[in-house]
C-alpha cells in the first residue's frame, strides 16, 4: 500500500540553525500539507500546498517557514533559523480526490530537537 | 479551534467492542464528521468518516444521529493494538485544501 515518507526520522539542530525537513508523498496526490505537534500537545496544521503553490496557513507558519516541490516527488518544510519553541514532531501529510472525498494520509513524522 | 467535544480517556476490555462518542453540536450542513486515531506518537492514521448516514468500514462503523449533533465511533472487538488517541473532526470534506482541526481527543486504553 502507498505511503508517504518523511526524512530524518530525528533531527537535531542548534537554536538559529536552518532545517529543511523532507517528505515523499502518495504519487499520485496532489496536495500536501505540513503539521506539527509540540510533545504533549495537539496537533496543529501549519500549511497546505497545491499546484505549486500554498493554499492555506496558519499563524505558526510565518516568515521562518517556507515550503518547496523541488521536484515530482519530495515537498520540504524549511525553518530559516530555528527557536527552542521549533522542537516537536513535524508530520507531512497528503490526499486526493477519491471517490468523492479528500483523506489526508500522515507520514510517520520527524521529531525535531532545537538546543 | 475544535469543533467537537470528546471525553479525554476511556478504557475498554480487549475483545469488546470500544464506543467513543463526540459531540458536535454547531456542525453545519456541508460538514462531514471525520475520525482519525494516533498510535503513540506516530502520525495520525484516518479511520472513517461520514455524513448523516451510519458508515462501516474494514476498520470500525460510525454512527451519527439523526440531528447530526453526535454521532459515536465503534472498534467491534477492541485489540491491543487500537490503543491510541481518537479524534472527532468536523470538516468541509469537498475542498482539497481543508485543513484537518485537531483537538484532545479520546485515549483509548485497551486493556488485556
Known amino acids: 500500500e502507498p505511503e508517504v515518507t518523511q526524512t530524518p526520522s530525528h533531527q537535531v539542530t542548534q537554536m538559529g540553525q536552518e532545517v529543511i525537513l523532507r517528505c515523499v508523498p502518495i504519487?499520485?496526490?496532489?496536495?500536501f500539507y505540513w503539521y506539527r505537534q509540540i510533545l504533549g500537545q495537539k496537533v496543529e496544521f501549519l500549511v497546505s500546498?497545491?499546484?505549486?503553490?500554498?493554499?492555506?496557513k496558519s499563524e505558526i507558519f510565518d516568515d521562518q517557514f517556507s515550503v518547496e516541490r523541488p521536484d515530482g516527488s519530495n515537498f520540504t518544510l524549511k525553518i530559516r533559523s530555528t527557536k527552542l519553541e521549533d522542537s516537536a514532531m513535524y508530520f507531512c501529510?497528503?490526499?486526493?480526490?477519491?471517490?468523492?472525498?479528500?483523506?489526508?494520509?500522515f507520514g510517520p513524522g520527524t521529531r525535531l530537537t532545537v538546543t | 479551534d475544535a469543533k467537537t467535544t470528546q471525553p479525554p480517556s476511556m478504557d475498554c476490555a480487549e475483545g469488546r467492542a470500544a464506543n467513543l462518542p463526540c459531540n458536535h453540536s454547531?456542525?453545519?450542513?456541508?460538514?462531514?464528521v471525520y475520525w482519525y486515531r494516533q498510535i503513540h506518537s506516530q502520525g495520525p492514521q484516518y479511520i472513517i468518516h461520514?455524513?448523516?448516514n451510519n458508515e462501516t468500514n474494514e476498520m470500525a462503523s460510525l454512527i451519527i444521529t439523526e440531528d447530526r449533533k453526535s454521532s459515536t465511533l465503534i472498534l467491534p472487538h477492541a485489540t491491543l493494538r487500537d490503543t491510541a488517541v481518537y479524534y472527532c473532526?468536523?470538516?468541509?470534506?469537498?475542498?482539497?485544501?481543508?485543513?484537518?482541526?485537531f483537538g484532545k481527543g479520546t485515549r483509548l486504553s485497551v486493556i488485556a
Open positions: 501529510a497528503s490526499s486526493n480526490l477519491a471517490g468523492g472525498y479528500y483523506e489526508q494520509y
Open positions: 500546498f497545491y499546484n505549486n503553490e500554498i493554499s492555506e
Open positions: 504519487s499520485n496526490h496532489l496536495y
Open positions: 461520514g455524513l448523516k
Open positions: 454547531t456542525i453545519s450542513g456541508n460538514e462531514y
Open positions: 473532526i468536523v470538516r468541509v470534506s469537498r475542498s482539497g485544501n481543508t485543513p484537518l482541526v
